[in-house]
Nanobody
Framework: VQLQASGGGLVQAGGSLRLSCAAS????????MGWFRQAPGKEREFVAV????????NYANSVKGRFTISRDDAKGTVSLQMNSLKLEDTAVYYC?????????????????WGQGTLVTVSS
């Protein structure tokens, strides 16, 4: 399984971006999907996760209320709508396919990773 993330770019603080992640082939819709990010010089950190049936979502405190994760299993995609972007949101964003229907914040919960898409927030 290969995951292709897209939608990154340069945006001013307070602006919005929508990231999308598509699978190279049909993946199991019975697994959770998540987004992580890695800022320069920092470790990769959890951003958001959505359960296999979209019944449950979870967000990092730093993005709660600003970011929204969603999935479209018919298209095999997962998206991350990012609003009210801040300078500290600047990072490479990675989508990930979890090992189970529900997943948490740990990288070990995820089996497949996309290549990342860069989001740069400017002042």
């Amino acid at each position: 399984v290969q995951l292709q993330a897209s939608g990154g770019g340069l945006v001013q603080a307070g602006g919005s971006l929508r990231l999308s992640c598509a699978a190279s082939r049909r993946t199991s819709s019975n697994n959770a999907m998540g987004w992580f990010r890695q800022a320069p010089g920092k470790e990769r950190e959890f951003v958001a996760v959505i359960s296999w049936d979209s019944s449950s979502t979870n967000y990092a405190n730093s993005v709660k209320g600003r970011f929204t994760i969603s999935r479209d299993d018919a298209k095999g995609t997962v998206s991350l709508q990012m609003n009210s972007l801040k300078l500290e949101d600047t990072a490479v964003y990675y989508c990930a396919h979890a090992r189970r229907p529900f997943a948490g914040v740990n990288r070990s919960d995820y089996a497949y990773w996309g290549q990342g898409t860069l989001v740069t927030v400017s002042s």
